[in-house]
């Protein structure tokens, strides 16, 4: 292949039309004409010998060779922009879109810090939170380029990905106040009330359970949901108990609700911040990566 016969200008667009893998989407967000988009996405059929966008009923699809095309061509991208355009910028000039997919209850502790960070430091930079989708999921999405940024458990190594930790969780018991428990709580009270699982999965055992039965134990679960921000309003009005991550909890401050050390000794959590690689050079990124490292700090006193 003679690449200086390719314009990278070329690249940029199907970086585009890769994301959104639509052509009027990715004109739009090129500022370009949706048949120069067209004109350029048939140059690079022919340029990679291979259809990349198929359509299907009303939408495109992209082929193997446009999966496997996408978190390379980024990376090249990132790369290239990095040594044509070295100058740093001043933070407040950033204007970008930052996107982080992160568990529930870790949003729930750093998006208004997170905000209100920014809108002194960087207040041009927008932060847009992903639902979390599984650690593989996840970890796809950040090979992908379809997010920034990851906070929640990712124990798994993956070649390409940078990983800090931001603070080890631990958990408490909550219980509404005036519950029967909270009178002399023990392992015998604890067990003797229907428990509140957290499952994305809808799954009723935890590892908790496995830990329970080694000692001869069990729990009756009340209740399942999906979410831990799900958890505390549910506890108000039932006789429900709930094992819940302790700074999620004192975050909450909730007035009708007491909590209690476990009465085991239930392990906790280390709680990650991921990124890609390619991000290393990203002004922006690397803030955000830096005022959410601040922020809990700041929780952990």
Known sequence: MNLRAIDLNLLVVLEALLEEAHVSRAAHRLNLSQPAVSSALQRCRDLFDDPLLERGRGVMHRTPRAEALRAPLKALLAEVHALVDPVERPLRD???VIRITSA?????????????SLSQSAPALRIVFH??????????????GNTDLAISVLAVDQPGL????????????????GHPAAERFDLDAWLSWPHVVVSGRGQMQ??????????????????????????LPLLTGTDLI??????????????????????????????HLAWHR????????????????????????
């Open 104 to 116: 529930d209850d870790p949003t729930l502790l750093i998006a208004g810090p997170l905000l209100a």
């Open 278 to 301: 390619r991000q290393s050079q990203d002004r922006g990124v690397q803030h955000v990566i830096d005022t959410v490292q601040d922020i809990f700090r700041d929780i952990l006193g």
């Open 162 to 177: 940078e990983r800090v930790t931001l603070m080890h969780e631990t958990y408490v018991v909550a219980m509404r106040k």
């Open 206 to 231: 935890s590892p908790l359970d496995l830990q329970l039965a080694e000692m001869g134990r069990s729990r009756s679960v009340g209740v399942v949901v999906p979410a831990f921000q799900i958890v």
């Open 131 to 144: 639902p979390w989708v599984g650690t593989h999921g996840t970890l796809r999405a950040l090979t992908d």
């Open 94 to 96: 950033l204007d970008q």
């Open 242 to 271: 709930a094992m819940v991550p302790r700074h999620g909890f004192a975050d909450r401050q909730h007035p009708d609700l007491i909590c209690f050390d476990p009465p085991i000794d239930v392990p906790g959590f280390p709680l």
